[in-house]
């Protein structure tokens, strides 16, 4: 089974089981039900939400049977994932970013452009950072710039976009 990272336990907070967590998904997998893993000694821990609130720019989440200080002080900075089987069925329109790893990307004239590493999350918008011959470069995740996504990527090539040797 596969399982995709989507928190991280930053500390604990009072002493009724609450962990102040950093979400590190753009799907909202902390509600109350929902089946997670917190990964700890190298084994994944099946945990199920009992509740979960805003903090800041944190949650604070309390797991089912997880409620006192003493059972959750050991996953400080402890990552918290959804297995493959409990994730959502996306919209045709969406995709998970761990699937758009590692596809290839070609421009509106089926020129290769490289390979897609990971995408970036910054405040305008989110990006595909790929390699390409011994080089990197971003390309806005955006409808204006990506218009396919199959088992490749297309993209709108627009001048200055990419350098070639």
Known sequence: MEYY?????????????DLKIKVTSDFDRFFKGSKLYIYHNEEYIPVEVLRASEFGKYLLVTFKDLEDINLVSKYHLDEIYVSEDDRETLDEDEYYYSDLIGLEVYNQDNLYRGVVEEIKELPQCDYLYIAYNNMHYYVPFLNEFVSEITDKIVIQEIEGLIREN
């Open 5 to 17: 990272r989507c928190g991280k336990i930053m500390t604990t907070h009072g002493i009724k089981g």
